[in-house]
């Protein structure tokens, strides 16, 4: 029997070829409720990753998971990508982070009985990708990150701001470290 081989970071070079125009946008063009999710990735020390990539999924307004998959057109001439509709609202973000760890979504605000945005966070030095929440607000009694203590749960609060936006930081790891969940043991839809 041979040794193990061992595993591979999941970055950064995913970056060339799975985020699109459009990636982060979620809700239709010019939609009034709109909102903007953002925030920069951190490393251990604290530095910006300008390579990471995040995923967000979540549920419509009036609590609907099925989204528009249908949304993203393809170009029938070159068969690329060149974004979405501007028309659906989709459920599905792709965005990768700026030279400064920055990234962007927007999108329409989740149901109170599902207050947030999963997010899987695929960065250089991860041999898995993460999953974590942004809650845009307080996680409702019986969702599983209520019962975390309160400087754990905060790590999963979003920060409302001016103008319809709200800020969450992921630090990969560290003193502010996010609480990255094992999706696979959460109870209900994700």
Sequence with gaps: MSEPTPSQTV??????????????????????DTVTVHGVVHDGAGAPVPDALLECWQ???????????????RDPVTGGFPGRNGVDFTGFARVATDADGHWAVRTLPPPAARPYLAVCVFARGLTHHLYTRAYLAPPPEGDPV?????ELRATLLARAGENRTYRFDVHLQGEKETVFLDISALPGPR
Excluded: E, T
């Excluded at 419509?60 to 057109?73: E, H, I, K, T, W």
């Design 59 to 73: 549920a419509d307004p009036g609590g609907g998971l099925a989204g528009r998959p249908g949304s993203l057109r």
């Design 146 to 150: 209520a019962a975390l203590p309160g």
């Design 11 to 32: 970055g950064p070079f995913y970056g060339y070829a799975l985020p699109f125009p459009g990636g982060g946008d979620v809700a239709p063009a010019g939609h009034p």
